[in-house]
């Protein structure tokens, strides 16, 4: 989906902590049409400042597209106060809330931002499902980037009439199954207080950083006041053998670039294991990691 008022030499600004997901798109539109995609210079490798927003803005930004909580070391930016200075300078925000929707209390109204896009799995959800949460008045700007069967009012002499929103941009026969899996997932997560929610998910992410720090040979990547994941690196050990052992004792990391490739090139590392908490987890789910990780350093070193 081209974005309509995005033209020739226009600055699209994205984070260092970015997914791939918000980084290839906007790449594809900087080569066919021109426009400037800029990274956001940080001071600190694990955070993203208002004073760093500010200082990235040029005369020529017109979006700034950020993650609300990264991937890989679960820092929370914050959107609201982002949205604030963009609007001051007619910019547009759009974030991606895939790791913020499960971990925390979100308002799409209350952070101000253009348009939000969410993603079933990462909310305990079947895969291929998500959703894109948009300002109306933008959304009737957008032509359908892909067309299908209901996405029409009518088709007449060579010429289609689109549905109204949001018909039109939802083409074909939607995944009916995954939505109605969605749906149960949701109302999951509804059943807790989003209060309670949050804080147990704090505690066992504080608990967990504090646990590995002790660790000799292991390094953190991530901020310690973060929310979900964050990474691990422990000398002279491959992330995808740690995880191959700790799989062996019943702890499921995620080994690799993490879909974010700039920003492994930011921390000067290839490859991270990677610790995520659900609301599923417990404080035994931390023991376990740490003597895998220390079981992977006696089998590996």
């Avoid at 979900?228 to 000398?235: C, D, L, N, Q, R």
Wanted: net charge negative; charged share 20%; glycine share 8%.
């Amino acid at each position: 989906m081209m974005t309509p008022f995005l033209e020739a030499g226009d600055n699209v600004i994205v984070s260092p902590l970015e997914h791939h997901a918000n980084l290839l798109p906007w790449y594809r539109q900087q080569k066919n049409i021109g426009t400037l995609v800029s990274t956001i210079s940080t001071e600190d490798k694990f955070e993203v400042t208002l004073s760093d927003i500010e200082r990235s803005i040029t005369p020529s930004t017109k979006i700034i597209s950020v993650t609300h909580v990264s991937n890989v070391l679960g820092t929370i930016l914050p959107i609201k106060e982002i949205t604030q200075i963009a609007k001051e300078k007619n910019i547009r925000v759009f974030v991606d809330g895939s790791q913020a929707a499960a971990n925390l209390p979100v308002s799409i109204k209350n952070l101000g931002c253009d348009a939000y896009i969410v993603s079933a799995h990462k909310m305990y959800g079947p895969s291929g499902v998500g959703a894109l949460i948009i300002d109306k008045a933008l959304a009737e700007t957008f032509e359908p980037y892909q067309l299908g069967g209901g996405m029409v009012l009518d088709v007449k002499d060579g010429e289609m009439i689109f549905a109204p929103l949001p018909e039109r941009l939802e083409a074909g026969t939607l995944p009916i199954e995954g939505i109605i899996g969605w749906q149960a997932a949701i109302e999951y997560l509804s059943s807790f207080k989003k209060e309670e929610k949050e804080k147990h998910l704090r505690n066992l992410r504080s608990k967990a950083w504090e646990a590995l720090s002790k660790i000799k040979g292991l390094t953190l990547f991530g901020s310690k006041d973060g929310i979900g994941a964050f990474s691990f690196a422990v000398e002279g050990v491959h992330s995808h053998d740690m995880a191959t052992i700790l799989d062996g004792n019943s702890v499921c990391v995620r080994a690799g670039h993490h879909c974010a490739k700039p920003l492994m090139g930011i921390l000067g590392i290839e490859s991270l294991a990677r610790v995520s908490f659900g609301i599923y987890n417990d404080e035994s789910d931390i023991e376990a990691l740490v003597k895998g990780i220390v079981q992977a350093q006696r089998i590996l070193l």
